[in-house]
Every structure is written in structure tokens, then in C-alpha cells.
Nanobody, 121 residues
Framework: QVQLVESGGGLVQPGGSLRLSCTAS????????MGWYRQAPGKQRELVAA???????NYADSVKGRFTISRDNAKNTVYLQMNSLKPEDTAVYYC???????????????WGKGTLVTVSS
């Protein structure tokens, strides 16, 4: 069993900051990519940011310069530091990880249950 648990969502005013965390636990051999997606009401889920195990990152154009993704591989944890938040950042944020459970298995996608971020005055 593998579980991803997110934390850190909440209500923040425009221009404010939040930091999301996601920790993977369970039967894990290694984690390849980890990332954050979001889904706003009435919209499709979209990639926000992703990080490889060696530290390479990529971001959606809409968050570049405002959000920073980072990983602590020893803790199987990925973070998303969100600054200069805008109302359009309001969404449920989901953690995603590509996890190998044994040395002989390929990677499988796992998702957290999501954490709500609301940006409003």
C-alpha cells in the first residue's frame, strides 16, 4: 500500500502565501517524479509544478516566478511554496507521485486526496 497525504491548504488573501506539503508512505522502493496538480471548479485538472528525483523542475506558465516546488527525498516529501497568490489560484491541489514499489517493478502513478486552497479577500 502507498499513501500520499497533503497538508497546508486554507484560506488566504490575495498577495498572500501558503506552503503545501505532501508525504508518501507505505511500501516504497523509490520515487521518480513528484508534482502538484490543481483543479478549479468547472475546470480540468492541470499540472502546476513537478520535480524529478535529481531536482529538475518545471512549472505551469501561470505560476512561474510565484510558486516553488522542492523535495526532501529522505522524507519522501514534496513541497509547494506559493507566493503572491491570486484569486485564480483557488482550486483543490493534488499531490502526484510516480512510485516504484520494488526494484523489479515499473513506476505507478499515485494521488493524494487533495487540499483546498482558497484565495479571497
Amino acid at each position: 500500500q502507498v499513501q500520499l497525504v497533503e497538508s497546508g491548504g486554507g484560506l488566504v488573501q490575495p498577495g498572500g502565501s501558503l506552503r503545501l506539503s505532501c508525504t508518501a508512505s507505505g511500501s516504497i522502493f523509490t520515487i521518480n517524479n513528484m508534482g502538484w496538480y490543481r483543479q478549479a471548479p468547472g475546470k480540468q485538472r492541470e499540472l502546476v509544478a513537478a520535480a524529478t528525483s535529481d531536482g529538475s523542475t518545471n512549472y505551469a506558465d501561470s505560476v512561474k516566478g510565484r510558486f516553488t516546488i522542492s523535495r526532501d527525498n529522505a522524507k519522501n516529501t514534496v513541497y509547494l511554496q506559493m507566493n503572491s497568490l491570486k484569486p485564480e489560484d483557488t482550486a483543490v491541489y493534488y499531490c502526484n507521485a510516480d512510485i516504484r514499489r520494488t526494484p523489479w517493478s515499473g513506476g505507478m502513478d499515485y494521488w493524494g486526496k487533495g487540499t483546498l486552497v482558497t484565495v479571497s479577500s
